[in-house]
């Protein structure tokens, strides 16, 4: 299963089918899987489309908590010079190309659905102890 569409199926995982329960983080917020999801991994940064030539434009979430504007900690995502840095550079791409599979994901699977290739089943899930989840 590639990436993109594991990150499709880990959302609905993730997010769980009970209340305020979510399978890929634990009670203290942690991750509590080996991989962690492109959509994830990319946050606080994402896609937005630019208004020449069908762009694609990188925002920010600049109030998420990963943000720390006063240069205390993290990376520093321009240089004085006001050149991104490599860090953002990689951010950059790893956003874009993320979109890149996203998007030929979503063509992918309409095209497989579309065809009739795709037919609904019903999943039943029971993670440790609990209860079968469906």
């Not at 569409?5 to 009970?18: M, N, P, Q």
């Not at 509590?32 to 630019?50: A, D, K, N, Q, S």
């Not at 840095?85 to 579309?114: C, G, M, N, P």
């Not at 089943?121 to 469906?134: C, D, F, I, K, L």
């Amino acid at each position: 299963m590639s990436p993109v569409l594991y990150d499709e199926v880990a959302k609905k995982i993730g997010s769980s089918y009970r209340e305020g329960e979510n399978l890929l983080i634990d009670q203290e917020g942690r991750m509590i899987t080996r991989y962690v999801p492109g959509f994830l991994r990319r946050y606080p940064f994402m896609v937005g489309e630019g208004t020449k030539d069908n762009s694609m434009l990188v925002g920010i979430d600049i109030e998420s908590p990963a943000i720390v504007e006063d240069g205390s900690k993290g990376y520093r995502l321009f240089t004085d010079d006001g050149e991104q840095t490599d860090f953002l550079k990689q951010v950059v791409e790893f956003v874009r190309d993320y979109q890149i599979r996203s998007d030929l994901a979503k063509v992918f699977s309409k095209h497989l659905h579309d065809l009739g290739l795709l037919e609904s089943m019903e999943a039943n899930v029971q993670v440790g102890s609990s209860r079968p989840v469906s």
